[in-house]
Nanobody, 121 residues
Framework: QVQLVESGGGLVQPGGSLRLSCAASGSIFSINDMGWYRQAPGKQRELVATISSIGRTNYTNSIKGRFTISRDNAKNTVYLQMNSLKPEDTAVYHC???????????????WGQGTQVTVSS
């Protein structure tokens, strides 16, 4: 079993910053891509950013230049530094990891419970 636990969400004023963290634990043999997705009220979950095991990143257009994804492979942890936050960034942010639990298993996606980010004055 693999668990993903997010932290770092909260209430911030427009223009402010937050740093999200997500730690993966449990029966982990290897982690491929890790990423962040978000879901605003009444909207579908959308991709925010992903990072491969070798550090290749991908961002959705609306957050380019403001958010930075990074990871610490030794700690099985992915981060999302969010700067210049806007009210439209308000959402529940979910962590995702593509994981093998053994050498012979298939790759499988795991999700965290989510952390609320609210941008408001």
């Amino acid at each position: 079993q693999v668990q993903l636990v997010e932290s770092g969400g909260g209430l911030v004023q427009p223009g402010g910053s937050l740093r999200l963290s997500c730690a993966a634990s449990g029966s982990i043999f290897s982690i491929n891509d890790m990423g962040w997705y978000r879901q605003a009220p009444g909207k579908q979950r959308e991709l925010v950013a992903t990072i491969s095991s070798i550090g290749r990143t991908n961002y959705t257009n609306s957050i380019k230049g403001r958010f930075t994804i990074s990871r610490d492979n030794a700690k099985n942890t992915v981060y999302l530094q969010m700067n210049s936050l806007k009210p439209e960034d308000t959402a529940v942010y979910h962590c995702n990891a593509n994981v093998k639990v053994s050498r012979w298993s298939i790759w499988r996606d795991y999700w965290g419970q989510g952390t609320q980010v609210t941008v408001s004055s």
